[in-house]
T-cell receptor
């Protein structure tokens, strides 16, 4: 069963807590991305990684951290420094090709209580 | 100025009609253009990509690109109620691995 998996599907966090969102893929895609989606807004890029052990900040990286220790995995940690973390978080992957198409996982909905 | 602009809608069309969704972008060196469909509560699904001027057809979907006017459109022929969703336009500039997304157009197809 190939594809992109994200877990958990729903996550509730108390203020002041760090939480980690999982993203795993078995598509052998090189690049992985984390986006955040808020109601009425487009997707905003948090972090991305084009190769293992390397990643770059996106447009809204403050309050988030990532790691890329394996090609298959790109976890996102939402830290207590992120002041408004309630959102829909989407992980995407992109193969090394001329077309640069991105494919999304099912998403994690994070709510701060 | 937003980099990728879409009318938020909703765009309402009757079943069987052609739905026309439009997107404009500000970066003249943009090279790759994508349309994603997103059902409520779900993640985006890639439905079309286009890289050169003109039309690209795939089933009931046609993507149109005009780089001189900096717009890309998506036509959905024979619209079905199951096409009701938000359609996101995404653009990639030259020599970058980042996509810039519009805020999406909500399409409603009524029977």
């Amino acid at each position: 069963d190939g594809g992109i998996t994200q877990s958990p599907k729903y996550l509730f966090r108390k203020e002041g807590q760090n939480v980690t969102l999982s993203c795993e893929q078995n598509l052998n895609h090189d690049a992985m991305y984390w986006y955040r989606q808020d109601p009425g807004q487009g997707l905003r890029l948090i972090y991305y990684s084009q190769i293992v052990n390397d990643f770059q900040k996106g447009d809204i990286a403050e309050g988030y951290s990532v790691s890329r220790e394996k090609k298959e995995s790109f976890p996102l940690t939402v830290t207590s420094a992120q002041k408004n973390p309630t959102a829909f978080y989407l992980c995407a992957t992109q193969p090394r090709s001329a077309y640069n198409e991105q494919f999304f996982g099912p998403g994690t909905r994070l709510t701060v209580l | 100025q937003k980099e990728v602009e879409q009318n938020s809608g909703p765009l309402s069309v009757p079943e069987g009609a052609i739905a026309s969704l439009n997107c404009t972008y500000s970066d003249r060196v943009s090279q790759s253009f994508f349309w994603y469909r997103q059902y409520s509560g779900k993640s985006p699904e890639l439905i079309m990509s286009i890289y050169s001027n003109g039309d690209k057809e795939d089933g009931r979907f046609t993507a149109q690109l005009n780089k001189a006017s900096q717009y890309v459109s998506l036509l959905i022929r024979d619209s079905q109620p199951s096409d009701s969703a938000t359609y996101l336009c995404a653009v990639r500039s030259y020599n970058t691995d980042k996509l810039i997304f519009g805020t999406g157009t909500r399409l409603q197809v009524f029977p």
